[in-house]
């Protein structure tokens, strides 16, 4: 089977603290036929430089050293240089099992469009960790198994079927490649949404391996996807203009009533990011923003025509804050998020 190449690609930007631990887990993988492409997006600390270190130690490893453009930008370089015929993505501040490429590389085919997908594990500086697995039932979807239980459930659930992850994957190089164009290296939020979401729609087989953690996403109360950001909404609204151009283009005229219904009910979900996003860290704002957000004529009518279901706790709060925007519940949302995360 290690006749298919694999290149790992590593998305590089200011984290020397970590990054040992994730070169070191991907030069100890059983998986002999690999390439481990670094790329450098012009860190300030010293990562580039250890980047340098790591290719001296192994034949494998392959350094980028490009200008800061953004972790889309990264891993894209890193794709367009593989040689490859699979690709496996892992963020510089993550790692992953010794055993991860060969256990995974044990389902490939060899086919031009197919994704092995695993589980993840949430790590936290604590020491504390979470198991996350896919919602979708482990198997092999090909053909029409593929297009009535896995397409239509890609978008518009609040627990996804498939991880809309680049990361915790083998993907066909040729999948990725031919559908770059629809990432916008300014979405930060959702980002990897603009690149599985088409893969996946391309995609002839996927393979969900049986509850199978290799990943370790190492979450960083620090990382600036947990802080404050005030273009998180107009990030939102590039994004569901980013999934609804793949729907247009990707889809035939049957599928793209149902998918059209599942990419507003996301954008609903992506809504309660930004609530949160507001009522957590804009303190001085987040009454005026939530209000002005929740009652543009659009998304007040999306959230009455599209009804979505929400189970998880803080969810609930922050749906009911998106269909009644008033001020006493704007104040309960900032209050929760004060009780729950202390500021």
């Known amino acids: 089977m290690e006749c298919y190449k694999i290149s790992i690609i590593v998305p590089v930007y200011n984290v020397e603290k970590y990054l040992a631990q994730c070169v070191k887990s991907l030069m100890a993988q059983t998986w002999e036929n690999i390439e481990i492409i670094l790329v450098d997006d012009g860190s300030k600390d010293q990562s580039g430089v250890m980047c340098d270190r790591f290719a001296l130690e192994d034949e494998r490893i392959r350094v980028i050293h490009k200008e800061n453009g953004g972790l889309i930008s990264a891993w894209k370089r890193g794709a367009e240089e593989a040689a490859g015929e699979y690709l496996h993505f892992v963020d510089g501040d993550d790692w992953i099992e010794k055993e991860t490429i060969e256990e995974m590389g044990a389902f490939l085919t060899g086919s031009e469009k197919e994704i092995i997908s695993s589980d993840y594990i949430i790590e936290r500086e604590d020491g504390k960790r979470q198991y996350v697995w896919q919602k979708l039932v482990p198997g092999e979807y090909e053909g029409k198994k593929l297009k009535e239980a896995v397409i239509p459930q890609i978008l518009g659930n609040e627990e996804r079927y498939v991880c809309i992850s680049r990361c915790m994957k083998l993907i066909s190089r040729k999948l990725i490649l031919e559908n770059m164009h629809y990432s916008d290296p300014v979405i930060r939020m959702g980002e990897d949404t603009t690149i599985l979401l088409p893969a996946i729609a391309d995609c002839e087989r996927l393979v969900v391996m049986d509850h199978k953690a290799y990943y370790h996403y190492l979450y960083l109360e620090t990382s600036m996807v947990h802080k404050y950001d005030s273009g998180l909404y107009e990030n939102m609204l590039r994004l569901r203009k980013v999934v609804l151009r793949v729907i247009e283009d990707k889809f035939s005229a049957g599928e793209k009533e149902w998918m059209l219904k599942q990419a507003q ?5 992506m809504m309660l990011l930004v609530l949160k996003n507001e009522a957590r860290g804009n303190p001085g704002g987040y009454r005026k923003n939530i209000a002005a957000i929740c009652k543009e004529p ?12 929400v189970r998880q706790t803080a969810n609930r709060l922050l749906y009911a804050v998106l269909k009644h925007p008033n001020a006493v519940m704007i104040s309960l949302l900032r209050l929760a998020m004060i009780i729950y995360y202390g500021k």
């Open 298 to 309: 659009e998304l007040k009518k999306m959230v009455k025509q599209y009804p979505v279901a």
């Open 265 to 269: 009910k996301e954008h609903i979900y």
